[in-house]
């Protein structure tokens, strides 16, 4: 087989960067090991920012967003018993987010795909690629027991933090920044009523929570809790009870409780790639870093990532100029790490560090009560909640 771009995995990075190409006329096969179901079955972010709407919108799968979606203007934090809320629309000039599952994102392109009759070949055993430092690379997989290899001009590693083009970047050209946190989260999805309208992140002594949603009868919910804790120990009696604690009187009061639809720990990681680029191959989204999910960045930042991608193989193709790919790397490093310590900063807020002593608790309180008290403070929060433009750093 032969195409212009082979990416490498089907989560959200490679389906929008398959959108995108497919618009420019640029042909393109995704290899997924894993099925379909298998994909939409992991329960991950649920906060989009605008820049993400709008790609969503630019490869034709915003209508189901735009009408199930849920606009927030705003979210609460919670420390020291109080709620304050964090008035996006006003602290950025009007911006807001779009609560909308990954899961949902990931099914809205998978079906655009689908209906436009595009190349993705599921459960593709071990992929590999090869020869990514020339201009004719290779990438090679099996299938029902049978080898398959695909010549193409370009490769996309959007295969996540696990996958297999980073593991093949010679460790003499990579550099990787990494910061593991001494705690995990612990989420609950559950078909109750959201305890609020917006989210409420909650600083407690107990440990960090968060309560999200995914529609006015779905909701998600985190606990900050030790890695060492298994699934196994946390009955959903167990998780409500906890989350009440961390709670303050009101949302406990009005919390609605019910059965888990999904309970996993996904432990929290600092990580970046650099480069980006080898060659002819290029790493996307999860692949090539990771944020705490505290910001909510994950995903929006694959998207940003792939939408440059995008450009930069567009103007390989139309004007015959490699200042895009060459440039590729340096632009989404520069949005990267912003949003690396936004992530970072913010997780660092409102978790309980246990290890650092009480006085960790007692400055966090200090930043928290101050960043509330200062118009400067609550921008801080929402201009980075809310994201940075597309051009940024142009
Ligand atoms: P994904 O979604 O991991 O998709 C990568 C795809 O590549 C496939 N793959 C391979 N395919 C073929 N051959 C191989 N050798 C392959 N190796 C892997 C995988 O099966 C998969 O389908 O990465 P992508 O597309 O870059 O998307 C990134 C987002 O998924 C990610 O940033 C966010 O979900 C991060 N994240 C969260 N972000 C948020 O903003 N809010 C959250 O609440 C949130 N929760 C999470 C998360 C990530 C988690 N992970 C990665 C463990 C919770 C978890 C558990
Ligand atoms: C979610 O709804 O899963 C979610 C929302 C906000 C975050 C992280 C996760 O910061």
Redesign the pocket.
Known sequence: MKTQVTI?????????LGQLLHKAGIDAVI????RPD??LG??????LEQVATELLDEVGVGERMHAEGLVHGGFDMLFNGVRHRIDLEKLTDGKKVMVYG?TEV?RDLMDARTAAGLPTVYQ????QVHDFDTKTPRVT?EKDGQSHTIDCDFIAG????????RASAPRSAIKEYEKVYPFG?L?LLSDTPPVHHELIYVNHPRGFALC?QRSETRS?Y?LQVPLTDKIEQWSDDAFWDELKLRLDPEAAEKLVTGPSLEK?I??LRSFVTEPLRFGRMFL?????H??P?T????????AT?VKYLSNALVEFYSEKSEAGIDGYSERCLKRIWRAERFSWWFTSIMHNFTDEGAINGKLQQAELDYLMHSEAGLKTIAENYVGLPLNFGE
Request: charged share 15%.
């Open positions: 490498i995995g089907a989560g959200p990075s490679g389906l929008l290899l997924e090991r894993q298998y994909v992991r329960i991950r972010a649920g906060v990954q990931t593709a055993a071990n992929v997989y959007c295969d996540g933090f696990h996958g297999v083009c989260w989420g999200s998600r985190y996993s996904a432990p996307a989204g999860d692949a090539g990771i944020v999910p910001g909510a960045k994950g995903l929006n930042l694959a990532d």
